[in-house]
């Protein structure tokens, strides 16, 4: 196996792709595998699906990872020349005030708050919400904004990524850093008995969407959810109530909102990672979803395993993740694979 | 059929990890079905060839809820989720089973106030559970952290009357089980679903109907009995009244023809029914209505008090009458 | 048939979620002249095909149902319990007369209300919920007859205010009237792709009406035509007001190229839109239509309308005859 190198997480981090604008991430993607898959394509809700045929061809195995991260929509322009906007997947608007964020992929904007000098007590306790939240983006007026910005377009936080201390720090690592697995396993340019679709997602965040429309298109036999998923290993929470640890590997998921996992799935992927001597964990909470749920619930149903970078501060404009991790999930994730058709059979 | 209903509802089959009871319905089938399969997802699906080329999938699932263990501290103690819509309350101070291992559930407090507090506002976050092990690796001989557990509950009878745990939905089950042991000749193919994972989302029904094609579904389940010291005010179901022909509830509307042919049904086999509107909830009906182009699905629902609790309580009468009605049901031309 | 009549015929019908025959009578006797074929789903859908010539097929979608009630409980003396069908405020109830259809005929009742004389302190600001309503039905000669399960509906009432309308069931009647209108316009406006016009069932329910019909049909582009909240300023949303225009979502839901046509064909030929940003689901059946089979380009057109989910909604005519002309208009766009 070649050495791992998180190649492509700076960029995956920095590119913006808010659900449903998922081109960027997808372009860049695209550019980057398309030398090493034997096909791909995009379908209609912007999926993009790239094919590896196997040397037995047995089974279709899907491995996914969603592609878009959450953020926002301008939902008017003001008279003042600042953009109301709202929330696009689950965003607490209280991780959203004193940020620097960019509208379309380029425009720069900023998130303010009325200074604490001019904040009554109440005003200081309050919460922040969306309806009273605006962006800047330096316009004097609604028909200056409107220049260069429409109704619907798509906001993204302006996180830069960074890299020390054996961690990194950025946004989007749900589920960028997913996407940089995939990519990753496709760099090794090996092999595998089954038939491998590697399917980079769209839409996840707003209820697990572009993962709806994957069977009719593969008609998979089973599927390999790679997330990044929450840690809460901080010390806001009792020990008993984190779900994963940063720098305990990559965490292995056996229920979440909708689903339980497959038990010969789940098995197999333990087994996996103790041959191997992967350092592991299991998720220890079952909050969250992923699109495994999905993936059971369409057609004929496909059983699906969630392996998980666990990250922290998921769903905010700077979360974290520890590259060990990282690795130790590429590492089990191509182990899998090489099982070939043993895996979960 | 009693015995059939002791060992089903005693059985272990927490959503996820219901292969054990697929196996005893299995094992009552034998003989009365042309075959059986399992799906990608694991729904247990059997079928009994009919004259004609129509099909009726009857479906109940097969899972119950129950917890799942997410820790284990130094001493031994478990931390728990639970699994489906289970209420903290119906499990303090009563037992947890395991495949491995049976554990007492309680609640923390290091003050009488606290206590007091907990109690009042108990989740899941304040319950452990002791399974008598000294230490983290005793605990881990014997449980691991994905380990789900069931109501330690088993099955009496009083009179008409019979309570187990998991009612919900193990005696819709046992009502596809004897409905499949007393068809001779049936006149359309019926399709048994013993479907999985209902309690956490209608997971397996999304699934259970795309290898076929019914032109109708009926799903067997259980639904709330009013009839008790203040039950809910507004649902009109009681134990004793027959078999629940369900009009709606909050996931689904009963196809109305389908509901009609559900009465012509209980009509022709001279079964007493009641109608029933359910206002929270839902059953596999509202999954199995959404597959391919739409299945018209109405619910056949058993009347049962305390639901969800560990002594789910139904009447022999009702379910006998629901056997019966499904017999006669899926000898009827189901034009719709 | 002028749009006051057409909107008054529909309003008329009634049809709760899962009972939406009556209406589909009616839109059937309308819409029948102006198609090339007309059929029944077993999902309880009408399907009415105007053919095209490039072999595409879009789906033009508008639900059929309303909100009601059904008999969830007789309780002594002619009194009742009800279950909404869909999202109906109670307060909207009290003081309404309601229409039980029972197995012998319609069964009026009364939503009665304690006069402020017999009110305790405590009752005197309180508002009620379903478990607090009764329908009386005591005043009704088929009151023996009704059973449970019985469906209901709000006794409606239009009228016209000034140059608006006002009805139960607008939602999504004013729609379907729409559709019917396009269908009208066909006659004319030369459609490329065969049109489907699919009036669905149970979306109140957010059953599987309009999905149903998506799948067997194996649409290539869907627009699922509803409506909005209208003069209601809910901030961080602009505001949409009646009488502005039909309405276009834009956001994840809805395929962002087929939006932008459908802005541009409207700008073309002058037909008046607004704009209402959707960061998330639209709940409407938009929503599932986009993920059906490998997915479907879909649009969602919406006429404002005030009061929703009361008996008493109110549109502009004029807004439903611009969303029939713009539904005519997308059947030429070219994705």
């Given at each position: 196996?070649?050495?791992?190198?998180?190649?492509?997480?700076?960029?995956?981090?920095?590119?913006?792709?808010?659900?449903?604008?998922?081109?960027?991430?997808?372009?860049?993607?695209?550019?980057?595998?398309?030398?090493?898959?034997?096909?791909?394509?995009?379908?209609?809700?912007?999926?993009?699906?790239?094919?590896?045929?196997?040397?037995?061809?047995?089974?279709?195995?899907?491995?996914?990872?969603?592609?878009?991260?959450?953020?926002?929509?301008?939902?008017?322009?003001?008279?003042?020349?600042?953009?109301?906007?709202?929330?696009?997947?689950?965003?607490?608007?209280?991780?959203?005030?004193?940020?620097?964020?960019?509208?379309?992929?380029?425009?720069?904007?900023?998130?303010?708050?009325?200074?604490?000098?001019?904040?009554?007590?109440?005003?200081?306790?309050?919460?922040?919400?969306?309806?009273?939240?605006?962006?800047?983006?330096?316009?004097?007026?609604?028909?200056?904004?409107?220049?260069?910005?429409?109704?619907?377009?798509?906001?993204?936080?302006?996180?830069?990524?960074?890299?020390?201390?054996?961690?990194?720090?950025?946004?989007?690592?749900?589920?960028?850093?997913?996407?940089?697995?995939?990519?990753?396993?496709?760099?090794?340019?090996?092999?595998?008995?089954?038939?491998?679709?590697?399917?980079?997602?769209?839409?996840?965040?707003?209820?697990?969407?572009?993962?709806?429309?994957?069977?009719?298109?593969?008609?998979?036999?089973?599927?390999?959810?790679?997330?990044?998923?929450?840690?809460?290993?901080?010390?806001?929470?009792?020990?008993?109530?984190w779900a994963t640890r940063l720098g305990d590997g990559p965490a292995i998921t056996f229920m979440h909102r909708g689903y339980v996992v497959n038990k010969k799935i789940y098995e197999s992927i333990l087994r996996v990672a103790q041959k191997y001597d992967i350092k592991h964990q299991p998720k220890r909470r079952t909050a969250g979803g992923t699109d495994a749920a999905r993936l059971a619930k369409t057609g004929g149903g496909v059983p699906a395993g969630v392996i998980s970078v666990p990250a922290r501060y998921i769903h905010s404009p700077l979360s974290m993740i520890d590259l060990g991790d990282f690795e130790n999930t590429v590492k089990l994730v191509s182990k899998i694979l090489?099982?070939?058709?043993?895996?979960?059979? | 059929?009693?015995?059939?209903?002791?060992?089903?509802?005693?059985?272990?089959?927490?959503?996820?990890?219901?292969?054990?009871?697929?196996?005893?319905?299995?094992?009552?089938?034998?003989?009365?079905?042309?075959?059986?399969?399992?799906?990608?997802?694991?729904?247990?699906?059997?079928?009994?060839?009919?004259?004609?080329?129509?099909?009726?999938?009857?479906?109940?699932?097969?899972?119950?809820?129950?917890?799942?263990?997410?820790?284990?501290?130094?001493?031994?103690?478990?931390?728990?989720?639970?699994?489906?819509?289970?209420?903290?309350?119906?499990?303090?101070?009563?037992?947890?089973?395991?495949?491995?291992?049976?554990?007492?559930?309680?609640?923390?407090?290091?003050?009488?106030?606290?206590?007091?507090?907990?109690?009042?506002?108990?989740?899941?976050?304040?319950?452990?559970?002791?399974?008598?092990?000294?230490?983290?690796?005793?605990?881990?001989?014997?449980?691991?952290?994905?380990?789900?557990?069931?109501?330690?509950?088993?099955?009496?009878?009083?009179?008409?009357?019979?309570?187990?745990?998991?009612?919900?939905?193990?005696?819709?089950?046992?009502?596809?089980?004897?409905?499949?042991?007393?068809?001779?000749?049936?006149?359309?193919?019926?399709?048994?679903?013993?479907?999985?994972?209902?309690?956490?989302?209608?997971?397996?029904?999304?699934?259970?109907?795309?290898?076929?094609?019914?032109?109708?579904?009926?799903?067997?389940?259980?639904?709330?009995?009013?009839?008790?010291?203040?039950?809910?005010?507004?649902?009109?179901?009681?134990?004793?009244?027959?078999?629940?022909?369900?009009?709606?509830?909050?996931?689904?509307?009963?196809?109305?023809?389908?509901?009609?042919?559900?009465?012509?049904?209980?009509?022709?086999?001279?079964?007493?029914?009641?109608?029933?509107?359910?206002?929270?909830?839902?059953?596999?009906?509202?999954?199995?209505?959404?597959?391919k182009e739409g299945i018209p699905s109405a619910t056949l629902s058993i009347p049962t008090r305390y639901v969800h609790s560990p002594s789910e309580t139904v009447s022999l009468n009702d379910v006998e009458g629901a056997v019966k009605l499904l017999v006669s049901f899926v000898d009827l031309e189901l034009e719709l | 048939m002028d749009t006051v009549s057409l909107l008054k015929c529909l309003s008329s019908a009634d049809s709760p979620s899962g009972y939406e025959d009556e209406v589909l009578k009616v839109i059937e006797e309308n819409i029948k002249p102006y198609v090339d074929s007309v059929r029944k789903h077993k999902m309880n859908a009408l399907i009415a095909v105007k053919n095209?010539?490039?072999?595409?097929?879009?789906?033009?979608?508008?639900?059929?149902?309303?909100?009601?009630?059904?008999?969830?409980?007789?309780?002594?003396?002619?009194?009742?319990?009800?279950?909404?069908?869909?999202?109906?405020?109670?307060?909207?109830?009290?003081?309404?007369?309601?229409?039980?259809?029972?197995?012998?005929?319609?069964?009026?009742?009364?939503?009665?209300?304690?006069?402020?004389?017999?009110?305790?302190?405590?009752?005197?600001?309180?508002?009620?919920?379903?478990?607090?309503?009764?329908?009386?039905?005591?005043?009704?000669?088929?009151?023996?007859?009704?059973?449970?399960?019985?469906?209901?509906?709000?006794?409606?009432?239009?009228?016209?205010?000034?140059?608006?309308?006002?009805?139960?069931?607008?939602?999504?009647?004013?729609?379907?009237?729409?559709?019917?209108?396009?269908?009208?316009?066909?006659?004319?406006?030369?459609?490329?792709?065969?049109?489907?016009?699919?009036?669905?069932?149970?979306?109140?329910?957010?059953?599987?009406?309009?999905?149903?019909?998506?799948?067997?049909?194996?649409?290539?582009?869907?627009?699922?035509?509803?409506?909005?909240?209208?003069?209601?300023?809910?901030?961080?949303?602009?505001?949409?007001?009646?009488?502005?225009?039909?309405?276009?979502?834009?956001?994840?839901?809805?395929?962002?190229?087929?939006?932008?046509?459908?802005?541009?064909?409207?700008?073309?030929?002058?037909?008046?839109?607004?704009?209402?940003?959707?960061?998330?689901?639209?709940?409407?059946?938009?929503?599932?239509?986009?993920?059906?089979?490998?997915?479907?380009?879909?649009?969602?057109?919406?006429?404002?309308?005030?009061?929703?989910?009361?008996?008493?909604?109110?549109?502009?005519?004029?807004?439903?005859?611009?969303?029939?002309?713009?539904?005519?208009?997308?059947?030429?766009?070219?994705?």
């Amino acid at each position: 196996m070649k050495e791992v190198k998180a190649l492509y997480l700076k960029e995956l981090s920095e590119l913006d792709g808010v659900s449903g604008d998922e081109e960027r991430v997808r372009n860049f993607i695209e550019e980057k595998i398309k030398d090493k898959v034997d096909s791909l394509k995009v379908d209609v809700l912007g999926n993009l699906i790239a094919f590896k045929k196997g040397t037995r061809s047995n089974r279709k195995f899907v491995l996914a990872a969603h592609m878009d991260e959450v953020g926002f929509m301008v939902t008017n322009i003001e008279d003042d020349g600042t953009l109301s906007f709202g929330p696009v997947g689950g965003v607490d608007p209280r991780v959203v005030v004193g940020k620097h964020v960019r509208i379309n992929g380029e425009l720069p904007g900023v998130i303010g708050y009325k200074a604490i000098h001019l904040q009554k007590k109440d005003e200081l306790l309050a919460s922040p919400k969306f309806e009273n939240l605006r962006v800047h983006i330096g316009a004097r007026s609604k028909e200056e904004a409107s220049r260069k910005v429409e109704l619907g377009d798509y906001i993204s936080f302006a996180t830069d990524f960074r890299q020390e201390n054996s961690r990194a720090t950025g946004k989007a690592f749900d589920d960028r850093a997913g996407c940089a697995v995939l990519m990753e396993v496709i760099e090794q340019e090996q092999r595998y008995e089954d038939d491998l679709y590697f399917a980079f997602l769209v839409q996840e965040e707003p209820g697990l969407r572009g993962s709806a429309v994957l069977f009719e298109q593969v008609c998979p036999d089973l599927a390999l959810v790679i997330e990044g998923t929450t840690a809460g290993d901080d010390p806001g929470l009792p020990e008993h109530q984190w779900a994963t640890r940063l720098g305990d590997g990559p965490a292995i998921t056996f229920m979440h909102r909708g689903y339980v996992v497959n038990k010969k799935i789940y098995e197999s992927i333990l087994r996996v990672a103790q041959k191997y001597d992967i350092k592991h964990q299991p998720k220890r909470r079952t909050a969250g979803g992923t699109d495994a749920a999905r993936l059971a619930k369409t057609g004929g149903g496909v059983p699906a395993g969630v392996i998980s970078v666990p990250a922290r501060y998921i769903h905010s404009p700077l979360s974290m993740i520890d590259l060990g991790d990282f690795e130790n999930t590429v590492k089990l994730v191509s182990k899998i694979l090489e099982e070939g058709e043993g895996f979960a059979r | 059929m009693i015995d059939l209903i002791q060992e089903l509802t005693e059985s272990y089959g927490p959503s996820g990890r219901e292969e054990e009871v697929q196996k005893v319905v299995l094992k009552y089938l034998e003989g009365h079905i042309d075959g059986h399969k399992f799906d990608p997802v694991g729904n247990l699906l059997v079928w009994k060839r009919g004259r004609d080329d129509k099909e009726v999938l009857l479906d109940a699932h097969i899972d119950e809820i129950g917890l799942v263990v997410t820790n284990i501290d130094d001493k031994g103690f478990l931390r728990v989720e639970p699994v489906g819509g289970v209420s903290p309350y119906h499990y303090v101070g009563q037992r947890v089973k395991f495949p491995k291992a049976t554990g007492v559930v309680y609640y923390e407090g290091e003050t009488p106030e606290e206590q007091k507090k907990n109690l009042s506002n108990l989740t899941f976050d304040n319950l452990f559970v002791d399974i008598g092990a000294g230490d983290r690796s005793e605990a881990e001989s014997l449980v691991s952290i994905g380990t789900f557990g069931v109501y330690d509950s088993y099955f009496y009878k009083n009179g008409n009357y019979l309570t187990s745990k998991s009612m919900d939905d193990r005696i819709g089950c046992a009502v596809l089980v004897e409905v499949f042991r007393n068809l001779k000749d049936p006149r359309h193919t019926v399709i048994g679903s013993f479907s999985v994972q209902e309690e956490i989302g209608l997971v397996g029904a999304f699934v259970s109907a795309y290898s076929f094609s019914p032109q109708i579904c009926v799903a067997v389940d259980v639904t709330d009995s009013a009839d008790h010291p203040k039950g809910l005010k507004r649902h009109a179901m009681a134990l004793g009244k027959g078999p629940a022909i369900k009009i709606k509830d909050k996931m689904s509307i009963s196809h109305r023809k389908v509901v009609e042919l559900l009465k012509q049904a209980a009509q022709k086999a001279n079964v007493p029914y009641q109608k029933e509107v359910l206002t929270f909830g839902g059953t596999n009906a509202a999954a199995l209505q959404r597959t391919k182009e739409g299945i018209p699905s109405a619910t056949l629902s058993i009347p049962t008090r305390y639901v969800h609790s560990p002594s789910e309580t139904v009447s022999l009468n009702d379910v006998e009458g629901a056997v019966k009605l499904l017999v006669s049901f899926v000898d009827l031309e189901l034009e719709l | 048939m002028d749009t006051v009549s057409l909107l008054k015929c529909l309003s008329s019908a009634d049809s709760p979620s899962g009972y939406e025959d009556e209406v589909l009578k009616v839109i059937e006797e309308n819409i029948k002249p102006y198609v090339d074929s007309v059929r029944k789903h077993k999902m309880n859908a009408l399907i009415a095909v105007k053919n095209g010539q490039n072999g595409k097929k879009l789906g033009i979608f508008a639900h059929a149902d309303e909100i009601g009630f059904v008999i969830a409980k007789l309780e002594e003396r002619g009194f009742l319990r009800v279950e909404p069908i869909g999202g109906i405020d109670p307060k909207v109830v009290i003081s309404q007369r309601i229409k039980i259809f029972t197995k012998q005929g319609v069964a009026t009742g009364v939503v009665g209300f304690l006069p402020p004389h017999l009110q305790k302190d405590d009752q005197k600001d309180k508002v009620p919920d379903y478990n607090d309503i009764y329908v009386d039905v005591s005043c009704s000669p088929l009151s023996e007859a009704v059973s449970v399960g019985d469906i209901c509906v709000i006794e409606g009432r239009c009228a016209s205010l000034g140059d608006r309308f006002s009805g139960k069931a607008l939602d999504n009647r004013a729609s379907c009237a729409a559709l019917i209108m396009a269908a009208s316009k066909l006659e004319i406006i030369k459609n490329r792709a065969d049109v489907y016009f699919i009036f669905s069932s149970q979306e109140e329910i957010a059953g599987p009406g309009a999905v149903s019909v998506a799948y067997e049909l194996g649409l290539d582009e869907a627009i699922v035509v509803d409506v909005t909240h209208g003069n209601e300023h809910v901030p961080p949303m602009p505001p949409i007001k009646i009488s502005e225009g039909p309405v276009l979502a834009v956001g994840p839901v809805i395929n962002r190229e087929f939006y932008k046509a459908l802005c541009d064909v409207a700008k073309r030929h002058g037909v008046r839109t607004q704009i209402e940003p959707t960061p998330g689901r639209s709940h409407t059946d938009t929503d599932e239509v986009q993920l059906t089979r490998s997915g479907i380009k879909t649009a969602l057109v919406s006429i404002p309308l005030m009061y929703m989910h009361t008996p008493v909604e109110l549109v502009d005519p004029r807004d439903v005859e611009e969303t029939a002309r713009l539904l005519a208009l997308a059947s030429t766009v070219n994705l």
